[in-house]
């Protein structure tokens, strides 16, 4: 998992919004960022991402950052993301869901 101190304060800003609480408290939410923090490698964005997310310019940096990574895939929920020709270069942008069910296909090949 890949982050930045930019991907990090919108993850804390998205999960301590009061519409979240009834998916549980606050505090489940921190502990969710600090999970984040300690497991994923850091990654910075220098200067400003190159324009490449359909109507959402806010998006770019996400894709830069798997760029500058070299991360494998890009998850994303977001419609302005998965499904978009992002150009040249760019991860594949996969669903949550599809993410999940192409890691429990790769286990269940790998076991005896």
Known sequence: MVVSRHLLAELTDVLSRQRLRRYGPIEHAEAHVRRAMRAGVYV????????VV????????LVALARA????????????????????????????????????????????
Do not use: C, N, W
Request: no cysteine.
């Open 54 to 61: 359909p109507d959402d310019p806010k998006d770019d940096y």
């Open 44 to 51: 910075e964005i220098e200067g400003e991402p190159e324009r």
């Open 69 to 112: 990574s070299g991360a494998d895939y890009l998850v994303s929920g977001d419609p302005h993301l998965v499904g978009s020709s992002l150009g040249e270069g760019t991860v594949p942008v996969l669903t949550p869901r599809q993410f999940s069910e192409m890691l429990e296909s790769s286990e269940r090949e790998e076991s005896p």
